[in-house]
């Protein structure tokens, strides 16, 4: 089964509102967690690491003011698309190493942003 | 910084027969993992099967299983028995042993005809 979600699965805004997307690891704790973006039909793209307890560190050439990342307790992260535009619609999708599996990386089902 | 290629953007293969994906990669490090994912048409990333460059044994998952060739930095997936279901993105991705970011290729397609 799923042991990391996300939610919501799909979001349409208006072009300067901000939108919040949730990642949860289920059944376990995960004091890492990693958000990406992806383009279609073109692989993933690391955006940060989110650190529980600590701020978030960014790839180079990503906006830490435009996604905030919030690594509110051990099994939630959340990235904020502040002032989106419509450049910003992408899919997300964030991901955990698991306790015991440390090495492997699991995957949320992923969040469809458009941006109007 | 470590590359991983996947040289083939689309491979297809007939129901049952069975198909290869290529990929190879770019380090320095003697330690680290390579990974298998899949992404289906849903978008989720599913792991196939993942291999620790310590060892030497070929991982398999079922249908599923690697050549691995270290010297070479190669790490090819074979699908034996393809399914219909198997049709997906498929990526190769690597994590060096000192970090947990992962590294990924830009992506098969594979197409199974019935």
């Known amino acids: 089964g799923a042991v990391v979600s996300q939610h919501p699965s799909w979001v349409i805004c208006k072009s300067g509102t901000s939108v919040k997307i949730e990642c949860r690891s289920l059944?376990?704790?995960?004091?890492?967690m990693f958000w990406y973006r992806q383009f279609p039909k073109q692989s993933l793209m690391l955006m940060a690491t989110?650190?529980?307890?600590?701020?978030?560190?960014?790839e180079q050439g990503v906006e830490k003011d435009k996604f905030l990342i919030n690594h509110a307790s051990l099994t939630l992260s959340t990235l904020t698309v502040t002032s989106a535009h419509p450049e910003d619609s992408s899919f997300y999708i964030c991901?955990?190493?698991?306790?015991?599996?440390?090495?492997?990386?699991?995957f949320g089902p992923g969040t469809r942003l458009l941006v109007l | 910084a470590q590359t991983v290629t996947q040289s083939q953007p689309e491979m297809s293969v007939q129901e049952a027969e069975t198909v290869t994906l290529s990929c190879t990669y770019d380090?320095?490090?003697?330690?680290?993992?390579l990974f298998w994912y899949k992404q289906p048409p849903s978008r989720q990333m599913i792991l196939v099967i993942r291999?620790?460059?310590?060892?030497?044994q070929n991982a398999t998952e079922n249908r599923f299983s690697v050549n691995f060739q270290k010297a070479a930095k190669s790490f090819s997936l074979k699908i034996s028995d393809s399914q219909l279901g198997d049709a997906a993105m498929y990526f190769c991705?690597?994590?060096?042993?000192?970090?947990?970011?992962?590294?990924f290729g830009k992506g098969t397609k594979l197409t199974v005809n019935p």
């Open positions: 991901s955990a190493p698991r306790p015991g599996r440390q090495e492997t990386q699991y």
């Open positions: 059944d376990f704790q995960a004091t890492t």
């Open positions: 989110s650190n529980e307890g600590s701020k978030a560190t960014y």
């Open positions: 380090t320095s490090e003697s330690d680290y993992y």
């Open positions: 291999q620790e460059a310590y060892k030497q």
């Open positions: 991705a690597y994590r060096s042993d000192g970090s947990e970011k992962l590294v």
